[in-house]
Every structure is written in structure tokens, then in C-alpha cells.
């Protein structure tokens, strides 16, 4: 999961006069990603179609590409009532003591989720606005700005902790029901919707993107109805819009006292995209508390390990085709400090995606969005307090 750091008070940008415009490059991407979909989508229908002849207890190719197409529903044994009544069971703390232990845990994933995504801000913004010298050419230096390499970074330094953890408490871990090409889509409607939500800085004004951001929380709740079948009460809806509504006058009220610093245009473009970005990341949060609710329960790490072995694929192809993987590994070799920031960047993120998973596992998407909604309040009052203190010096 890319849960990228975008700046709060982000203005819209000017487009190059060059920029090709945003649905035929979305066409683009979407081209390339359907060079690695298409042979896989025919692999899935032949061996699903054919799933007999790939049966076998031991370990091989075949059984492999089961896993991949088919999954594991031998397993699935727990009855649907059996299975819901024990899910809201495990929820819902009974006692005090239970209450207050649930408190901590959140409050804990909470500061986690904090602290590795101002790392990533952090490290990210030193990564992209800050020249790295030469190794050759000390008095030299050069600026890095192929973004989506930094993803693809931090996809595999992710696979590989999340491996690293499944092969040490392999036998602690569940079997894994759900066919394996399901990680694919949490993996794509994540990337979609950090494509949508950086391409809308284009079009949509400070204020647009604040109101969008806020009602995360509703769309979550809708998405939800759709995807997983929760259902919320009036009431639930109301605490959601209230959150979004209060939300979006705090940091509106917020940004005015930084005017001057944002552009106040918003495209029909923008709408559509934030509109994309609300709900591809609403869907990916839904499917994966969907992947979380199956039983056995699919672990955080086997989820971890699915869902960056597909991305980084994606990543992978990506970059590929638009040239640029071998020269963001040479620019890698060829200066200083460059791949000692990259790592901390990608293990920060890997590490805050374990907070991340561990957060929709046990409390759900609703809560998850409600944090980052916190999360866009904190930084907003960072950037106000920056802007105001350079304003003094």
C-alpha cells in the first residue's frame, strides 16, 4: 500500500505546455499495466478451468500456481453464522480492563502510523529537492526526481521484510485461502489512487483538495456497504459527516491565514479526479479489511508480502518501459548518501505499512480513514507553524 506524503497546503501546479493530457496518459499506464493483466488474467482462467490436473501435496510449480488461481478453499471450514458471531466477538472489549488495553493498541498504531510517515516526508523531501554529490566529482551535484522509482524502492525493501518475517513464523502463519491474484487488486486501485490524487494537484485548488480529503471517512463507509456489505446506521453516517465536515472548516479556516499561497482554480478535471482518488483508496481499505474478515484469517504479512510483490511488479514494468529503472540505479551508484536515503525512506515506509495493516486488521477501515483525517489536521498546523516562523526570520 503507497500511502505517499503529499504537503497539506499543496497549491495546484501549471502543467507543462508539453504534458500530454491526463486521460490519455492515464490510457498510457493503463496500457502498460495490461501487458502484465493480460497474461495473467489467461493463466488464472486456464488453470481454474483445469484445477485437477494441478493438484498435488508437494511443493512445485503446479501446486504454486493453484495457490495463484484457485487459492485454498479446502480450508475455509468455519459455517458463515459461526464465523460472524465470533468476529464481533473478538471486536468488542467486554470488560474494562479490555478497554483500556484496546485504547493503548490504538493509540499505539496510531503514533506508529505518525512517526514512520513524517519519516517518509521527511526523508522523501530530502530525496527530491536536495542535490546528492558525485562520487567522482565531489564539488558536483545533481538532483534526483523519478518519483516512482522511490515506490518501486519501497516495494521491494517491503517484500523482503515481509518474506523475511513469513519465513521465520512460517508455521505460525494461516493457510492462505483467497486465491493469491486477489493482492492484485489492492495493489492497482492503490496505485491508481496515488496517480489520481498527485495528478489533481493540477487542476483542483487548496480548498477543493480539503474537502475531498475530509470526506474520506463517508466515502469509506459507502464503499464499504458496497464491497463487504457493512452496514451502517444513520447515526454512524451522521458521526461521519460531521468528522468531514469539521475536518474541512478547521483547515480551511487554517489555510487562509497562509493566503497568498495557493491557487484558487478547480477544474471539472480535478473533480473527476479526486473523485478517483476518494474512491479507489476507499476501495482498497474495504477489500482489505474484506481479505482480513475471511477465515482462516489471512495474516498482515502474507497480505504485506501479496500486495508488494504485485506492486513492485507493476512498479517494475513501469519503469521499464519508460526508461528510466537503469538509470535511477545508476544515479544510485554513482553518488553519495543517495542509497543510504533511499533505504531509510523504503524501510520507514515498510515498517509503517505494518502499522498500517495492523490498524485496518483490528480496527477496521473507518478508523484508519478517521487517523489520517487527524493525520491531515497535524500536518496542516506543521506547515502553518513553518510558514509562519519563516514569515518572522
Sequence with gaps: MDRSIM???????????????WPLRLFLILLGYSTVATPAAILIYYVRRNRHAFETPYLSIRLLLRSFAVGNPEYQLIPTGEKQARKENDSIPQTRAQCINVIILLLFFFSGIQVTLVAMGVLQERIITRGYRRSDQLEVEDKFGETQFLIFCNRIVA???????????WTKQPPHVPPLYV??????????????????????????????????????MLMGRLVRGQRY????????????????????????KGAGSTITY???????LMAGYLLFDAFTLNWQKALFDTKPKVSKYQMMFGVNFFSAILCAVSLIEQGTLWSSIKFGAEHVDFSRDVFLLSLSGAIGQIFIYSTIERFGPIVFAVIMTIRQRWLHLHHLNRFVSNFYQ
Excluded at 159 to 169: G, N
Excluded at 183 to 210: D, G, M, R
Excluded at 238 to 247: E, H, K, V, Y
Design 7 to 21: 504537503p497539506i497546503d499543496s497549491p495546484a501546479r501549471d502543467k507543462p505546455p508539453d504534458e500530454l493530457v
Design 233 to 256: 446506521s444513520w447515526f454512524e453516517y451522521g458521526c461521519g459527516c460531521t468528522i468531514a465536515f469539521g475536518a474541512s472548516l478547521f483547515l480551511l479556516s487554517s489555510s487562509s
Design 159 to 169: 517484500l523482503v521484510l515481509s518474506l523475511m518475517i513469513l519465513a521465520k513464523d
Design 266 to 272: 478547480t477544474s471539472f478535471s480535478g473533480m473527476i
Design 183 to 220: 493482492h492484485s487488486y489492492t495493489s492497482f486501485s492503490n496505485t491508481i489512487s496515488s496517480w489520481c490524487q498527485y495528478e489533481a494537484l493540477k487542476y483542483v485548488s487548496f480548498p477543493t483538495q480539503t474537502i475531498c480529503k475530509a470526506s474520506k471517512v463517508v466515502v469509506t
